[in-house]
C-alpha cells in the first residue's frame, strides 16, 4: 500500500480566541501548540482497504503489546462495508504501522463463527484490543446494506494472531457500535485478571422506528475475566447509561450513542450524544450499579456537529470527531471546546461522513481513519 500520500497543512481558531479559552481552561493543549506557533499537518499513512475490497474504516486502535501477529505500536482498523459499498457487511481487520506497513489482520467468515452472532459480520466502530493479547470487536451485520435488515450482531472476540474464538451475546447487546475499555490484562503474575468493556448499543428499537427518533439507545458495562491461558468469560452486565435517542439513516445506517472514553482517573465515561449534539458525562462508571440514563451535559452545540468518534487526549482533555462536518473537536474536562480543526475537506458539506475512529498517541499525533479516501492519516 502507498504510504505517506499526501501531507496538508491546516490552518484553526485564531490565536486571540485560543488564548482567550486557554485563560479560562489552564489546559494544555493543541490549543496551546497552536499559539505556540507550531504549524499542523495532516500525513496519510496508509489505504484501509485489504485485498477483499473492504472499505469504510470505522474503528481505531493502538496494540499495546506484541503478541502473536499483533505489534506493539501498530494500529488496528475495522473495515464496516464489502468491497462492493453495502453497510454492515465488512469483515475485516487491517493492521496498520506508523511507517505505513500495511497487512491483514483477520478476515473473518460469519458462515464459520464459533458461535451465535444475530445477522453476522459487520465490523464498527467497536474495537479494542487487550493487554493480554485479545482483540474484540463489535458486530452490526445487515444483509443488503441498509437499516432495514440490520440485526443485534454480537462481540467478536479474537486471538493475537486473527482467529475467531468466541463471540459474546445477550439481549442487552443490540447493534454494538462503539466501545472503550478500563484493561487490567495481561501484567505479569496477574493470574486472574479482569477487562471492563463501555459498550454503546443503538438497534433498542431503531428499526422498527423505520426513522423517527426512539429514545432507547444504551451504554453497558461488560466485566470480563481474562484467564491467563484461555479466552476471556462474561461475569456480568450492567446498564450504565440509558434513553439516548437514535434512528436509522439511510446514509449512515444508524444514528445514536457512540464514542466513549474513559476520563484519567477512571470517574467519568464521556459518550459522544450524537442526535443531541453534545458529550454525555456519566459519573463513577466502573462502580455504579444502576444507570446514570443519558449523564450530564460535559458541552453541547459550539464546534459540535454530529460528534462520532471519540478518544481521550494524552493530557485527558475529549477529542471528537463530527459525522456533518470534516471537524475535530478538543473540549477540556471543564466541558470548554477550546480547539477545532478541519481534517476532511473534501465533499459537500466538507468532511460530512467521512470521519470515525480515532486515538492520540503521545510525541506523535492522533491517528484516523477517512472514509472519503479510506486512508489512516497522522495529524500531528
Same mark, same amino acid.
Given at each position: 500500500?502507498?504510504?505517506?500520500?499526501?501531507?496538508?497543512?491546516?490552518?484553526?481558531?485564531?490565536?486571540?480566541?485560543?488564548?482567550?479559552?486557554?485563560?479560562?481552561?489552564?489546559?494544555?493543549?493543541?490549543?496551546?501548540?497552536?499559539? @505556540?506557533?507550531?504549524?499542523?499537518?495532516?500525513?496519510?499513512?496508509?489505504?484501509?482497504?485489504?485485498?477483499?475490497?473492504?472499505?469504510?474504516? =470505522?474503528?481505531?486502535?493502538?496494540?499495546?503489546?506484541?503478541?502473536?501477529?499483533?505489534?506493539?505500536?501498530?494500529?488496528?482498523?475495522?473495515?464496516?462495508?464489502?468491497?462492493?459499498?453495502?453497510?454492515?457487511?465488512?469483515?475485516?481487520?487491517?493492521?496498520?504501522?506508523?511507517? &505505513?506497513?500495511?497487512?491483514?489482520?483477520?478476515?473473518?467468515?460469519?458462515?464459520?463463527?464459533? &458461535?451465535?452472532?444475530?445477522?453476522?459480520?459487520?465490523?464498527?466502530?467497536?474495537?479494542?484490543?487487550?493487554?493480554?493479547?485479545?482483540?474484540?470487536?463489535?458486530?452490526?451485520?445487515?444483509?443488503?446494506?441498509?437499516?432495514?435488515?440490520?440485526?443485534? @450482531?454480537?462481540?467478536?472476540?479474537?486471538?493475537?494472531?486473527?482467529?475467531?474464538?468466541?463471540?459474546?451475546?445477550?439481549?442487552?447487546?443490540?447493534?454494538?457500535?462503539?466501545?472503550?475499555?478500563?484493561?487490567?490484562?495481561?501484567?505479569?503474575?496477574?493470574?486472574?485478571?479482569?477487562?471492563?468493556?463501555?459498550?454503546?448499543?443503538?438497534?433498542?428499537?431503531?428499526?422498527?422506528?423505520?426513522?423517527?427518533?426512539?429514545?432507547?439507545?444504551?451504554?453497558?458495562?461488560? &466485566?470480563?475475566?481474562?484467564?491467563?491461558?484461555?479466552?476471556?468469560?462474561?461475569?456480568?452486565?450492567?446498564?450504565?447509561?440509558?434513553?439516548?435517542?437514535?434512528?436509522?439513516?439511510?446514509?449512515?445506517?444508524?444514528?445514536?450513542?457512540? @464514542?466513549?472514553?474513559?476520563?484519567?482517573?477512571?470517574?467519568?465515561? =464521556?459518550?459522544?450524544?450524537?442526535?443531541?449534539?453534545?458529550?454525555?458525562?456519566?459519573?463513577?462508571?466502573?462502580?455504579?450499579?444502576?444507570? &446514570?440514563?443519558?449523564?450530564?451535559?460535559?458541552?453541547?452545540g459550539g464546534s459540535l456537529n454530529d460528534p462520532l468518534g471519540m478518544a481521550l487526549a494524552t493530557n485527558g482533555d475529549v477529542l471528537t470527531v463530527n459525522g456533518n462536518d470534516g471537524n475535530l473537536v478538543e473540549t477540556t474536562p471543564k466541558g470548554v471546546q477550546i480547539f477545532v480543526t478541519l481534517l476532511d475537506n473534501t465533499g459537500?458539506?466538507?468532511?460530512?461522513?467521512?470521519?470515525?475512529?480515532?486515538?492520540?498517541?503521545?510525541?506523535?499525533?492522533? =491517528?484516523?481513519?477517512?472514509?472519503?479516501?479510506?486512508?489512516?492519516?497522522?495529524?500531528?
Amino acid at each position: 500500500m502507498n504510504k505517506h500520500q499526501k501531507t496538508t497543512s491546516f490552518v484553526t481558531l485564531t490565536a486571540l480566541a485560543l488564548a482567550a479559552l486557554l485563560l479560562i481552561s489552564g489546559s494544555i493543549s493543541y490549543a496551546q501548540q497552536m499559539l @505556540g506557533g507550531k504549524s499542523f499537518t495532516i500525513t496519510t499513512i496508509s489505504s484501509t482497504i485489504p485485498s477483499n475490497g473492504d472499505v469504510n474504516p =470505522y474503528g481505531v486502535f493502538r496494540v499495546p503489546r506484541t503478541m502473536g501477529q499483533l505489534k506493539k505500536g501498530n494500529i488496528l482498523v475495522s473495515n464496516f462495508n464489502n468491497g462492493a459499498n453495502l453497510q454492515g457487511t465488512g469483515t475485516t481487520l487491517v493492521q496498520i504501522s506508523p511507517q &505505513g506497513n500495511f497487512s491483514l489482520f483477520a478476515q473473518i467468515d460469519p458462515m464459520s463463527l464459533p &458461535g451465535p452472532c444475530p445477522g453476522g459480520v459487520g465490523l464498527t466502530t467497536a474495537l479494542v484490543v487487550l493487554r493480554s493479547g485479545w482483540v474484540i470487536v463489535g458486530s452490526l451485520p445487515t444483509t443488503d446494506g441498509t437499516a432495514a435488515t440490520a440485526q443485534a @450482531g454480537c462481540l467478536l472476540v479474537l486471538d493475537s494472531n486473527g482467529n475467531v474464538v468466541e463471540t459474546i451475546t445477550d439481549s442487552q447487546i443490540n447493534g454494538p457500535w462503539d466501545m472503550t475499555v478500563f484493561d487490567r490484562t495481561g501484567e505479569e503474575g496477574n493470574h486472574a485478571s479482569e477487562a471492563t468493556l463501555f459498550v454503546s448499543s443503538v438497534l433498542n428499537g431503531t428499526v422498527a422506528g423505520g426513522g423517527l427518533i426512539v429514545n432507547e439507545g444504551t451504554v453497558l458495562r461488560i &466485566g470480563l475475566s481474562v484467564p491467563k491461558s484461555s479466552a476471556p468469560s462474561v461475569h456480568s452486565i450492567t446498564v450504565v447509561g440509558s434513553g439516548f435517542p437514535e434512528r436509522t439513516d439511510p446514509a449512515a445506517l444508524v444514528i445514536g450513542p457512540t @464514542g466513549s472514553a474513559l476520563s484519567k482517573n477512571n470517574k467519568v465515561l =464521556y459518550v459522544a450524544d450524537s442526535l443531541n449534539n453534545r458529550i454525555a458525562a456519566i459519573s463513577n462508571p466502573l462502580t455504579r450499579q444502576t444507570s &446514570g440514563n443519558t449523564g450530564s451535559t460535559l458541552t453541547s452545540g459550539g464546534s459540535l456537529n454530529d460528534p462520532l468518534g471519540m478518544a481521550l487526549a494524552t493530557n485527558g482533555d475529549v477529542l471528537t470527531v463530527n459525522g456533518n462536518d470534516g471537524n475535530l473537536v478538543e473540549t477540556t474536562p471543564k466541558g470548554v471546546q477550546i480547539f477545532v480543526t478541519l481534517l476532511d475537506n473534501t465533499g459537500n458539506p466538507p468532511g460530512a461522513g467521512t470521519l470515525f475512529g480515532l486515538v492520540d498517541v503521545a510525541g506523535q499525533g492522533i =491517528y484516523f481513519v477517512d472514509d472519503g479516501s479510506n486512508t489512516l492519516n497522522l495529524f500531528h
